[in-house]
T-cell receptor, first 112, second 117 residues
Framework: LAKTTQPISMDSYEGQEVNITCSHNNIATNDYITWYQQFPSQGPRFIIQGYKTKVTNEVASLFIPADRKSSTLSLPRVSLSDTAVYYCLVGDIQSGRRALTFGSGTRLQVQP | GAVVSQHPSWVICKSGTSVKIECRSLDFQATTMFWYRQFPKQSLMLMATSNEGSKATYEQGVEKDKFLINHASLTLSTLTVTSAHPEDSSFYIC?????????????FGPGTRLTVT
Protein backbone atom coordinates (compact mmCIF):
# COMPACT_ATOMS: atom_id res chain seq x y z
CA LEU A 1 0.00 0.00 0.00
CA ALA A 2 1.27 3.44 -0.89
CA LYS A 3 2.49 5.40 2.12
CA THR A 4 1.55 9.05 2.41
CA THR A 5 3.42 11.92 4.01
CA GLN A 6 1.74 15.15 5.04
CA PRO A 7 2.72 18.10 7.22
CA ILE A 8 1.71 17.49 10.81
CA SER A 9 0.04 20.85 11.20
CA MET A 10 -0.70 24.12 9.41
CA ASP A 11 -1.99 27.50 10.53
CA SER A 12 -4.01 29.95 8.51
CA TYR A 13 -6.33 32.92 8.84
CA GLU A 14 -9.91 33.32 7.79
CA GLY A 15 -10.35 34.20 4.13
CA GLN A 16 -7.00 32.81 3.03
CA GLU A 17 -6.44 29.97 0.58
CA VAL A 18 -4.89 26.91 2.15
CA ASN A 19 -2.88 24.35 0.23
CA ILE A 20 -2.03 21.03 1.86
CA THR A 21 0.45 18.85 0.01
CA CYS A 22 0.71 15.11 0.36
CA SER A 23 3.59 12.95 -0.88
CA HIS A 24 2.95 9.43 -2.13
CA ASN A 25 6.09 8.40 -3.96
CA ASN A 26 5.18 4.74 -4.44
CA ILE A 27 1.67 5.25 -5.71
CA ALA A 28 0.50 2.39 -7.93
CA THR A 29 -1.07 2.63 -11.36
CA ASN A 30 -4.53 1.72 -10.09
CA ASP A 31 -4.43 3.98 -7.04
CA TYR A 32 -6.70 6.96 -6.62
CA ILE A 33 -6.08 9.86 -4.25
CA THR A 34 -8.77 10.73 -1.76
CA TRP A 35 -8.93 13.48 0.87
CA TYR A 36 -11.03 13.38 4.01
CA GLN A 37 -11.78 15.94 6.71
CA GLN A 38 -12.30 14.98 10.34
CA PHE A 39 -13.61 17.03 13.23
CA PRO A 40 -13.06 15.89 16.83
CA SER A 41 -15.25 12.94 17.84
CA GLN A 42 -16.72 12.61 14.36
CA GLY A 43 -16.16 10.23 11.49
CA PRO A 44 -14.12 11.39 8.49
CA ARG A 45 -16.00 13.29 5.81
CA PHE A 46 -15.21 12.84 2.11
CA ILE A 47 -13.85 16.00 0.49
CA ILE A 48 -12.53 15.14 -2.94
CA GLN A 49 -11.04 12.34 -4.99
CA GLY A 50 -8.95 12.21 -8.14
CA TYR A 51 -6.62 10.19 -10.32
CA LYS A 52 -4.66 12.79 -12.28
CA THR A 53 -4.55 16.47 -13.29
CA LYS A 54 -7.09 18.65 -11.52
CA VAL A 55 -10.40 17.95 -9.87
CA THR A 56 -12.69 20.63 -8.47
CA ASN A 57 -15.92 20.46 -6.54
CA GLU A 58 -17.95 22.90 -4.50
CA VAL A 59 -15.64 22.79 -1.49
CA ALA A 60 -12.10 22.15 -2.74
CA SER A 61 -9.71 21.54 -5.59
CA LEU A 62 -7.24 18.71 -5.95
CA PHE A 63 -4.10 19.15 -8.00
CA ILE A 64 -2.19 16.07 -9.11
CA PRO A 65 1.00 16.42 -11.18
CA ALA A 66 1.77 14.15 -14.10
CA ASP A 67 4.02 11.81 -12.09
CA ARG A 68 1.27 11.46 -9.42
CA LYS A 69 3.88 11.24 -6.67
CA SER A 70 2.22 14.05 -4.77
CA SER A 71 -1.08 15.87 -4.59
CA THR A 72 -2.28 19.18 -3.22
CA LEU A 73 -5.60 19.86 -1.60
CA SER A 74 -6.63 23.49 -2.04
CA LEU A 75 -9.24 25.06 0.22
CA PRO A 76 -10.32 28.49 -1.02
CA ARG A 77 -11.08 31.21 1.53
CA VAL A 78 -11.06 29.11 4.68
CA SER A 79 -13.25 29.91 7.65
CA LEU A 80 -13.02 29.01 11.32
CA SER A 81 -15.21 25.98 10.67
CA ASP A 82 -12.51 24.52 8.43
CA THR A 83 -10.36 23.87 11.49
CA ALA A 84 -9.99 20.10 11.39
CA VAL A 85 -7.64 17.25 10.55
CA TYR A 86 -7.21 16.53 6.85
CA TYR A 87 -6.18 13.09 5.64
CA CYS A 88 -4.69 12.17 2.30
CA LEU A 89 -5.33 8.55 1.33
CA VAL A 90 -4.09 6.54 -1.61
CA GLY A 91 -5.61 3.28 -2.69
CA ASP A 92 -7.11 1.13 -5.41
CA ILE A 93 -10.76 2.05 -5.22
CA GLN A 94 -11.76 0.22 -8.36
CA SER A 95 -11.03 -3.26 -7.11
CA GLY A 96 -12.70 -2.61 -3.78
CA ARG A 97 -10.63 -5.29 -2.14
CA ARG A 98 -8.85 -3.10 0.37
CA ALA A 99 -9.91 -0.36 2.72
CA LEU A 100 -8.31 3.03 2.53
CA THR A 101 -5.56 3.34 5.12
CA PHE A 102 -4.97 6.55 7.01
CA GLY A 103 -1.70 8.35 7.53
CA SER A 104 -1.06 10.85 10.29
CA GLY A 105 -3.08 13.65 8.72
CA THR A 106 -2.60 17.43 8.79
CA ARG A 107 -4.10 19.42 11.62
CA LEU A 108 -5.30 22.73 10.16
CA GLN A 109 -5.94 25.58 12.58
CA VAL A 110 -7.79 28.58 11.16
CA GLN A 111 -7.62 31.74 13.21
CA PRO A 112 -9.77 34.87 12.98
CA GLY B 1 -23.99 12.05 -0.22
CA ALA B 2 -24.34 8.53 1.12
CA VAL B 3 -25.24 8.16 4.78
CA VAL B 4 -23.74 5.70 7.21
CA SER B 5 -25.07 5.56 10.76
CA GLN B 6 -23.72 4.03 13.93
CA HIS B 7 -25.47 3.06 17.13
CA PRO B 8 -24.90 3.84 19.88
CA SER B 9 -22.99 7.11 19.52
CA TRP B 10 -21.44 6.54 22.91
CA VAL B 11 -21.46 3.77 25.48
CA ILE B 12 -20.03 3.17 28.92
CA CYS B 13 -19.62 -0.36 30.13
CA LYS B 14 -17.99 -2.21 32.98
CA SER B 15 -14.84 -4.22 32.55
CA GLY B 16 -15.60 -7.80 31.57
CA THR B 17 -18.87 -7.10 29.80
CA SER B 18 -19.55 -7.15 26.06
CA VAL B 19 -20.69 -4.27 23.90
CA LYS B 20 -22.26 -4.36 20.44
CA ILE B 21 -21.91 -1.51 17.97
CA GLU B 22 -24.09 -1.33 14.87
CA CYS B 23 -23.15 0.17 11.53
CA ARG B 24 -25.82 0.80 8.90
CA SER B 25 -25.71 2.11 5.37
CA LEU B 26 -28.96 4.04 5.14
CA ASP B 27 -29.40 4.74 1.44
CA PHE B 28 -27.24 2.19 -0.33
CA GLN B 29 -26.24 -1.43 -0.14
CA ALA B 30 -22.75 -2.21 1.04
CA THR B 31 -21.25 -5.62 0.43
CA THR B 32 -18.13 -4.46 2.22
CA MET B 33 -17.83 -2.49 5.42
CA PHE B 34 -14.75 -1.61 7.42
CA TRP B 35 -14.13 -1.08 11.11
CA TYR B 36 -11.55 1.39 12.38
CA ARG B 37 -10.38 2.39 15.84
CA GLN B 38 -9.04 5.78 16.79
CA PHE B 39 -7.28 6.74 20.01
CA PRO B 40 -7.08 10.37 21.13
CA LYS B 41 -4.89 12.58 18.94
CA GLN B 42 -4.10 9.63 16.68
CA SER B 43 -5.11 8.57 13.21
CA LEU B 44 -7.63 5.90 12.31
CA MET B 45 -6.37 2.34 12.43
CA LEU B 46 -8.07 -0.29 10.32
CA MET B 47 -9.23 -3.23 12.44
CA ALA B 48 -11.08 -5.46 10.03
CA THR B 49 -12.93 -5.80 6.77
CA SER B 50 -16.49 -7.04 6.98
CA ASN B 51 -17.94 -8.82 3.96
CA GLU B 52 -21.63 -9.62 3.68
CA GLY B 53 -22.26 -13.31 4.04
CA SER B 54 -18.69 -14.29 4.84
CA LYS B 55 -16.14 -14.13 7.62
CA ALA B 56 -14.46 -10.87 8.40
CA THR B 57 -10.80 -10.30 7.60
CA TYR B 58 -8.81 -8.93 10.51
CA GLU B 59 -5.69 -6.78 10.38
CA GLN B 60 -2.53 -8.04 11.98
CA GLY B 61 -2.60 -7.65 15.75
CA VAL B 62 -6.39 -7.46 16.04
CA GLU B 63 -7.87 -10.35 18.04
CA LYS B 64 -10.75 -11.85 16.10
CA ASP B 65 -12.15 -13.59 19.17
CA LYS B 66 -12.28 -10.31 21.05
CA PHE B 67 -13.71 -8.15 18.28
CA LEU B 68 -16.54 -10.16 16.74
CA ILE B 69 -17.84 -8.87 13.44
CA ASN B 70 -21.08 -9.91 11.80
CA HIS B 71 -22.26 -8.64 8.42
CA ALA B 72 -25.62 -10.30 8.16
CA SER B 73 -27.19 -8.05 5.54
CA LEU B 74 -26.20 -5.60 2.83
CA THR B 75 -26.96 -2.67 5.11
CA LEU B 76 -25.83 -3.80 8.54
CA SER B 77 -22.55 -4.79 10.13
CA THR B 78 -22.01 -5.21 13.85
CA LEU B 79 -18.88 -5.11 15.97
CA THR B 80 -19.02 -6.78 19.37
CA VAL B 81 -16.26 -6.03 21.84
CA THR B 82 -16.19 -9.07 24.11
CA SER B 83 -14.91 -9.05 27.67
CA ALA B 84 -14.08 -5.38 27.37
CA HIS B 85 -11.18 -3.90 29.30
CA PRO B 86 -10.23 -0.27 29.94
CA GLU B 87 -7.59 -0.42 27.19
CA ASP B 88 -10.41 -1.09 24.71
CA SER B 89 -11.75 2.38 25.41
CA SER B 90 -11.56 4.17 22.09
CA PHE B 91 -13.48 5.78 19.25
CA TYR B 92 -14.78 3.11 16.88
CA ILE B 93 -15.66 4.15 13.35
CA CYS B 94 -17.20 2.09 10.61
CA UNK B 95 -17.26 2.79 6.91
CA UNK B 96 -19.11 1.35 3.96
CA UNK B 97 -18.16 1.15 0.32
CA UNK B 98 -20.57 2.22 -2.35
CA UNK B 99 -20.08 1.59 -6.04
CA UNK B 100 -20.37 4.75 -8.11
CA UNK B 101 -19.53 5.07 -11.80
CA UNK B 102 -17.14 2.14 -11.74
CA UNK B 103 -15.25 3.22 -8.68
CA UNK B 104 -15.79 2.73 -4.98
CA UNK B 105 -16.51 5.56 -2.60
CA UNK B 106 -15.90 4.94 1.07
CA UNK B 107 -18.32 6.67 3.46
CA PHE B 108 -17.78 6.83 7.20
CA GLY B 109 -20.15 6.65 10.11
CA PRO B 110 -20.17 9.24 12.90
CA GLY B 111 -18.28 6.96 15.27
CA THR B 112 -19.01 5.34 18.62
CA ARG B 113 -17.19 6.40 21.77
CA LEU B 114 -16.61 3.39 24.01
CA THR B 115 -15.54 3.89 27.60
CA VAL B 116 -14.77 0.83 29.71
CA THR B 117 -14.66 1.41 33.44
Amino acid sequence: LAKTTQPISMDSYEGQEVNITCSHNNIATNDYITWYQQFPSQGPRFIIQGYKTKVTNEVASLFIPADRKSSTLSLPRVSLSDTAVYYCLVGDIQSGRRALTFGSGTRLQVQP
Amino acid sequence: GAVVSQHPSWVICKSGTSVKIECRSLDFQATTMFWYRQFPKQSLMLMATSNEGSKATYEQGVEKDKFLINHASLTLSTLTVTSAHPEDSSFYICSAKRVSSGTYEQYFGPGTRLTVT
